[in-house]
C-alpha cells in the first residue's frame, strides 16, 4: 500500500491534492457559454438545447432525447412515463447512488432491492428470475407481487462506475413478465454492451451529466427512449405539460419545471464533443493502473468483456472491511482522494423497510470496493 500515493501522485503530476474527478473543459465550453450570453438565450428555450437532444440522440442511437435539470429528475421523468403510480412496487438495487430509489420514492412507489452481481455490480438477472419466479404473477394490465398485492411497475438496473449490468439478459426477463425496463444509467454515458449503448436497452432511460459524471452541463440530465411517443410525454411532463399555444396558459396534467437551460446545453455540448477524448485518455490511465495493481494483492475491478466501457469511475476490491477502512484513511490521508463505494440503501432510514432479498453480493462488495482517482488527462 505504501506505493500508491507516489504511484498516483505521477500518474497525474505533482499537484499536492489529487481529487477522485476533477471536469475538464478542452472544447467549445467556453465560446458556446458566451453565444448563450450574447444571445440572451440562457434559459430552457435555446439552440443548445435542441442540438445537444439531437447529437445525444445520433450517438446512443435512440430515436429520441429530452435534457433535463439533473440526472434525478430524468429517472423520475422516465419512471413516471413507464407508469409508475403511486403504491407501485418497483425493482432496483441497493448498491446504487441514493437518487435511484429518490426518484422511485417521488412517484409514490416503493423500491424493491434485488441483488446485484459481484462482476458487475449491477442487477443481477439471475437473483431478478428467482425473486420474480417466487412473488411475480402476470395480471392483464401487468405484472403483480402475489404476496403484498401491488403492481410490479418498473424495473431498474444501474450501470455501476459506467460498467455495463447484464442488461440484455434483464431485457428478456422483463418482457417475459411484462415490466418495463428502465435504464439508470447516469454513470455510463459512451458505455456499450454488445455494441449498444447505454441508455437504449430499455423503454425509457435516464442519464446525469453532473459535475462528477463522464462529461457535465455544470448540473444536468436526459431522458432517451426509442419510442417516440414517450420521449414527447417526458418533454411535455417536463414543460410544465403546457399545450403549445402563442399565449395561453393551458397545461392538460401535473408536470414539473425541469428543462435543461440553455447555459447547461452549451457547457454540456461542448463536453459531448470532446467525449471520445476523454474516454481515450481515461483509457490510458486505466492501463498504467492495471499494469500497477497487477503485482499487488489489490484488485483493480474490470468490465464484462462484452462491454465497451465509458471508463468512468476506477475502483479496487479490498480483502475485507478493515484493509477497506485503512486504504480509505492512508490514501486521503496522503491527499489522494479515495471513496467507497455507496452505503447500501436498504440501510438509509427512509428504505429500511422495503423489500430485499438476502443481498450477499450488495454486502460483499458494500465491505470491499473503493474509488480511486479517475480523472482525464489531458
Ligand atoms: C449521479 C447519479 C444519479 C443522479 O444524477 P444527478 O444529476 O446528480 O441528479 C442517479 N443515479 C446514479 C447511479 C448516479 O450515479
Request: contains cysteine.
Amino acid at each position: 500500500m505504501k506505493n500508491i500515493p507516489s504511484f498516483i501522485r505521477e500518474l497525474y503530476g505533482s499537484q499536492e491534492f489529487i481529487p477522485l474527478h476533477p471536469p475538464i473543459f478542452i472544447g467549445n465550453e467556453k465560446s458556446y457559454l458566451n453565444e448563450t450570453i450574447e444571445s440572451t438565450f440562457v434559459s430552457s428555450v435555446g439552440a443548445f438545447v435542441d442540438r445537444f437532444e439531437e447529437q445525444t440522440a445520433n450517438l446512443l442511437g435512440v430515436s429520441k432525447s429530452v435534457a433535463v435539470v439533473n440526472g434525478t429528475s430524468a429517472l423520475q421523468l422516465a419512471l413516471r412515463v413507464a407508469g409508475v403510480q403511486n403504491k407501485d412496487e418497483v425493482i432496483t438495487q441497493s448498491l446504487s447512488f441514493v437518487a435511484t430509489a429518490n426518484a422511485i420514492s417521488y412517484l409514490g412507489a416503493s423500491p424493491v432491492f434485488i441483488d446485484v452481481d459481484l462482476d458487475t455490480m449491477g442487477l443481477s438477472p439471475h437473483h431478478l428470475n428467482n425473486f420474480l419466479n417466487e412473488y411475480a404473477e402476470n395480471r392483464e394490465d401487468g405484472c403483480y407481487n402475489k404476496i403484498t398485492g401491488k403492481k410490479i411497475s418498473a424495473c431498474v438496473p444501474m450501470h455501476t462506475f459506467g460498467m455495463m449490468c447484464r442488461v440484455d439478459e434483464i431485457s428478456v426477463i422483463c418482457d417475459d413478465w411484462n415490466i418495463p425496463l428502465v435504464e439508470d444509467a447516469a454513470e455510463a454515458f459512451g458505455s456499450k454492451l454488445n455494441n449498444q449503448y447505454a441508455g437504449s436497452f430499455g423503454l425509457i432511460n435516464a442519464f446525469s451529466f453532473n459535475g462528477n459524471k463522464i462529461i457535465t452541463a455544470g448540473g444536468g440530465g436526459l431522458v432517451c427512449s426509442n419510442t417516440i411517443s414517450m420521449a414527447d410525454k417526458a418533454k411535455h411532463l417536463s414543460t410544465t405539460a403546457k399545450k403549445g399555444h402563442n399565449w395561453e396558459y393551458f397545461h392538460d396534467e401535473l408536470g414539473y419545471n425541469f428543462r435543461m437551460p440553455n447555459v447547461n446545453a452549451a457547457i454540456a455540448l461542448g463536453q459531448l464533443e470532446c467525449l471520445s477524448i476523454l474516454i481515450s485518455s481515461k483509457k490510458e490511465i486505466f492501463k498504467k493502473y492495471q499494469d500497477f495493481f497487477e503485482s499487488s494483492p489489490i484488485k483493480l475491478i474490470s468490465p464484462l468483456d462484452n462491454c465497451l466501457w465509458n471508463h468512468w469511475l476506477f475502483s479496487v476490491c479490498l480483502e475485507n472491511r478493515e484493509e477497506r477502512d485503512a486504504f480509505l484513511r492512508y490514501t486521503n490521508e496522503n491527499k489522494i482522494m479515495t471513496r467507497p463505494i455507496w452505503n447500501l440503501l436498504f440501510k438509509l432510514p427512509m428504505y429500511k423497510s422495503c423489500y430485499r432479498d438476502d443481498q450477499k453480493n450488495a454486502i460483499y462488495l458494500e465491505d470491499r470496493i473503493v474509488n480511486i482517482p479517475s480523472g482525464a488527462k489531458v
